[in-house]
């Protein structure tokens, strides 16, 4: 389907808002004032939630210092979002997204990523010892979920009541052992060369897909519809946006961002 396009009307909402942006409010901006049709870079909220968070958790760790204590409470704060979430959809409460936009929406990935290096500094060999239950116990409870979910004739939200935790669990624990090396077959395949190549352009293809393709799919529309028609004339002209944006991102990496990577060095 051929998105709708309206390259002023976009603009003046981002240039109108832009304060929101440069300060990565941008999700609370979505929220608060409506979009409407504008969705250039509505994809950006997720930045925002992740800037956010990184501005808090280290005034975490100043306060309750100890890595138990910051164990504990990243759990129940996951436990509650997690009840929040269940609680938004039963009461369908229609002001609130249990899928997207607000910051508890997405923050399973995080206090995942918190949960796992907190670990690593209370018992190293926890992880190790009990990463192969942890994987069943969530496989277990997506397994579970489904059949209930099936039962009730698939009406419950997946993603936001279980799948966002148990992939961010799942993937979190796949890094980890990447990282720690325990495992051969994890290292061989996080060293596989394209996948690292993705890994690197990946923040600036989030970045620059969706607004590439909605600015190139109309003109590819037009070029491509003599040739194709239907479902492939939709795959070529999302192929073609795909590597557009992984050409472009891939300029970005090499010459904008990876000068900013190196500064890293000074701060570790």
Not at 23 to 47: A, C, E, M, R
Request: aromatic fraction near 20%.
């Amino acid at each position: 389907m051929l998105p709708k396009l309206n390259v002023l009307s976009d603009i003046k909402y981002y240039t109108d808002n832009q304060a929101w942006i440069w300060t990565y409010l941008q999700n609370w901006l979505y929220i608060l004032k409506d979009p409407g049709q504008t969705n250039t870079l509505n994809h950006l909220w997720s930045l925002a939630v992740e800037e956010q968070f990184y501005l808090v958790w280290p005034l975490l760790i100043l306060l309750l210092r100890k890595p138990k204590y910051l164990l504990v409470f990243i759990t129940a704060l996951l436990i509650g979002v997690l009840g929040l979430r269940l609680w938004i959809w039963n009461n369908q409460v229609a002001d609130l997204a249990y899928f997207n936009l607000y910051t508890f929406t997405r923050i399973d990935g995080l206090c995942i990523g918190c949960m796992i290096a907190l670990l690593q500094r209370i018992n190293r060999r926890f992880l190790t010892s009990y990463t192969p239950f942890i994987v069943l116990f969530f496989a277990a409870l997506n397994f579970a979920f489904f059949f209930i979910n099936r039962i009730s004739q698939f009406s419950f939200p997946y993603l936001a009541l279980v799948g966002y935790t148990t992939f961010a669990m799942i993937f979190g624990l796949l890094v980890n052992e990447a990282v720690s090396g325990n495992s051969r077959l994890i290292h061989f395949i996080f060293n596989i060369q394209l996948l690292k190549f993705f890994g690197r352009i990946s923040y600036g293809f989030y970045i620059f897909h969706w607004p590439l393709y909605i600015l190139l799919s109309p003109l590819l529309y037009t070029w491509l519809s003599p040739f194709a028609i239907g479902s492939s004339l939709q795959f070529l002209v999302s192929l073609l946006a795909t590597l557009a944006s992984i050409g472009i991102s891939w300029l970005s990496y090499r010459y904008f961002e990876s000068h900013f990577l190196k500064l890293k060095d000074r701060f570790a």
